[in-house]
């Protein structure tokens, strides 16, 4: 790899990894798990950089994160771990940290409640609703049919709902949940 293909490639790591590895985590579920997925498909991303370079290296990567995540969790046949609460972050201000707390209790409710769904439900939700992909992307980056996505997505749904009732009358509910 020249070096201008090899700095671009690093100005891309630099500027996508963290949200790169914010969608790896709501994925896992785990953050040393999202970070081994994010390195791994970055690893893959490199190998093909000079023909990534006209297209979209993003995209190429998110998909390449979506593949992997299914691999592990077909060589992974066991039960679903269970995500411990995190104390949530402080906040500057009064109110300030009154916000910041009601949306750490929010995230933590959430992380919890994905994290009793099974790993195609969650991988489904993860992309149609907070990657905001359409059905079809879903099921071509999963491998699976519309069908699939649309019922995966309604079980998930009707999962949360029971899992964590509470998250309805959060401000994540208006298009999520209900």
Known sequence: ??????????????????????????????????????????????????????????????????????????????????????PPEPGAGLRHAVDEQARAVTRLALQDALGHLGARQRAVLVLRYFEDRTESEVAELLGVTVGTVKSQSSKALARLRTVAPHLLDSPISDRKLR
């Open 1 to 86: 790899m020249d070096a201008s293909r090899a700095e671009e490639f690093e100005a891309f790591v630099r500027g996508r990894t963290p949200a790169l590895l914010r969608a790896a985590y709501l994925l896992t579920g785990d953050q040393h798990l999202a970070e081994d997925l994010v390195n791994d498909a970055l690893i893959r991303t490199h190998q093909v950089w000079h023909r990534l370079r006209d297209s979209s290296p993003e995209a190429y990567t998110r998909k390449i994160m979506y593949h992997l995540q299914i691999s592990w969790w077909r060589r992974r046949k066991r039960s679903p771990e269970r995500l411990t609460d995190l």
